[in-house]
Nanobody, 120 residues
Framework: QVQLVESGGGLVQPGESLRLSCAAS????????MRWYRQSPGNERELVAT???????NYADAVKGRFTISRDNAKNTGYLQMNNLKPDDTGVYYC??????????????WGQGTQVTVSA
């Protein structure tokens, strides 16, 4: 059974940093594109960052220059480094990944979400 487990969220003050992790476990053949989303009360879910298997990346305009998405394929883990956090960054952060199981079947998996709160 494939699952994604997120960690690293918490409460920080504006200007501080957090590093989120998303560890994939189970019977995994390959991990392809990984993404981070976030959602806060009153807002729709927002795509924050994307990283391809080639390590090419894309970011939402709101986080460009502050957030960095990365991956460690040997550990089946993705990361989101969040610097200079702002109150508007507050929300539940979710990771998702396109994962192939040993048979070659590919599907999209989601983490459970981790809360990030930025407040003075």
């Amino acid at each position: 059974q494939v699952q994604l487990v997120e960690s690293g969220g918490g409460l920080v003050q504006p200007g501080e940093s957090l590093r989120l992790s998303c560890a994939a476990s189970g019977s995994i053949r390959s991990i392809y594109t990984m993404r981070w989303y976030r959602q806060s009360p009153g807002n729709e879910r927002e795509l924050v960052a994307t990283i391809a298997v080639s390590s090419s990346t894309n970011y939402a305009d709101a986080v460009k220059g502050r957030f960095t998405i990365s991956r460690d394929n040997a550990k089946n883990t993705g990361y989101l480094q969040m610097n200079n956090l702002k109150p508007d960054d507050t929300g539940v952060y979710y990771c998702n990944a396109e994962i192939a199981i040993p048979s070659g079947w590919k599907a999209l998996y989601w983490g459970q979400g981790t809360q990030v709160t930025v407040s003075a």
